[in-house]
């Protein structure tokens, strides 16, 4: 009802001005160019490599990042800082700011020395990745919690002071929300496949998370781990994040449009957005509402071939298209008879519709695929793993269309790509070559190549649609969980861990990967790449942080 509300009484778009009143990012190349720079260092290290500092000017709401060389120097490129008071922040795991939090920028600015101090609390640091490397345990026990990223970090849990009993209690409370959840709002489903866990299964997560959290004891009797900096390459990089106008958004996909606006859906609220990163200027617009009973949010958004922009509307029961130029939604519900309170529809494929006037959208209730015809507005379903032998979980998650619209989709519940024959709705399954691979999300590119994540093998992967074999990349830092894939122009490798804060470029030719600090928690899903720039741009929402996150590699 309060999404209803909010709606009803939101008759327009609403649009809002990232920068301070008066002023725009673009001004900042016709004033003088404002000069910040210095070097960062710690009695314990002396000069640092590989520290994140951030500044933001009074007023906005854009924080752009540099790193620290070999030699702890920073430097902010010319005409990216407006002359003005700036906030300092800094991200290097361990430490904390101990020198000036304020500094005023100007075009013949001083160099400034950036001061560390061992940090205090060096738990409300880590990331669910460095908790993994902290926690004793298997790597199976381990995995069992990284569900629990999607909603928080790992310090929640592994802080809490439950024991295996009611630990039990609290997992069972938490198969009941739907997945746009944080703690600060909470969304109860009414059905769903992942209410049904039994408690012989949660059990032992419970007393392992009993295990390794405060339920025993006052501290943890295990060191706290954390990554060590990234050096070298990773600290050639530019890092812009905008802060969206409401501080609870949940920006998932972060598409860019011809014009170069980055699009972005929302996983908990009924709204999708336009970030104009010339002027800073964001427009968001409300989704109408299909099942108001349902918690609101969506997941997929995907371009068609005329610039129209579908929407996979999750809990609310089907699929919309949005039209930017007149800015009018048409929703597409699910029919009656397959409608139902366990219905799910996160991804929608559009891309190749214009081949046959189809498109395809996931159905994780099932686990299965509908296809809708655009021109009798009439639904299809293909449940793939109905043959299958029980005792294994399956799911359909990401799914990509080849030239043909011929549809793959992944089951991130086992290690299973599909494929169903647009024509013949014959249905194929490939296995992975790594076990238990969860694959996820991923890109088709041109060739008919299939990109994707195998999310706990902490891998990426290539299936090449024509031959039908797969080639799998590792990544280099574990239970990294990376989410997407793209590949750039030059054909290198682009994704982020949901668990590290980390973006990752690997070269498939060499397999040499090279990351970079992003400067807050942030929990990556979908990723982009904008091929217009040289080199490339990096896109990602920051699903946990309200802010949608540029990366620009200097080389």
Known sequence: MKIRRLLLATASAMTFTLTAAGTHWCTATAQTAAVLSGQVSSAEENLMEGVVVSAKKAGSTITVSVISDAQGNFSFPSGRLEPGSYTLRIRAAGYELDGPKTVDVGPQGAPLAIKLRKAKNVAAQLTSTEWLMSIPGTVEQKNMLDRCTSCHTLERPIKSTYDADAMTGVLQRMASYSPGTTPLEPHKRLDGRSMDVPTDRLRPRAEFIASINLSQQETWAYPLKTLPRLKGRSTHVIITEYDLPRPTAMPHDVILDRSGN????????????????????????????????????????????????????????????????????TMIPLPKDINNNASQQAMVMPSSSEVDGKVWMNSVGIPGVHRLDLASMKFETFVPYKDLARGQDHSVYGIKADSQNNLFFFDFSADLVGKIDAKSGQINLFKTPTPNSNPRRGYMDQQDRLWFTEYRANKLAMLDTRTEKFTEWALPTPFTYPYDVIPDRNGELWTAGMSTDRVVRLDPKTGQTTEYQLPRNTNVRRVFVDNSTTPVTFWAGGNHSAEIVKVEPLD
């Open 262 to 329: 980055a699009w972005y859906s929302d996983f908990g609220h009924q709204f999708v957005g336009k970030l104009e990163p010339k002027t800073g200027k964001v427009t968001e617009y409300p989704v109408p509402v299909l099942k108001a009973e349902q918690p609101p949010g969506n997941l997929d958004i995907e371009f068609d071939k005329t610039g129209n922009l579908w929407i996979g509307l999750m809990l609310q029961a089907g699929i919309a298209k949005f039209d930017p130029k007149t800015e009018q939604f």
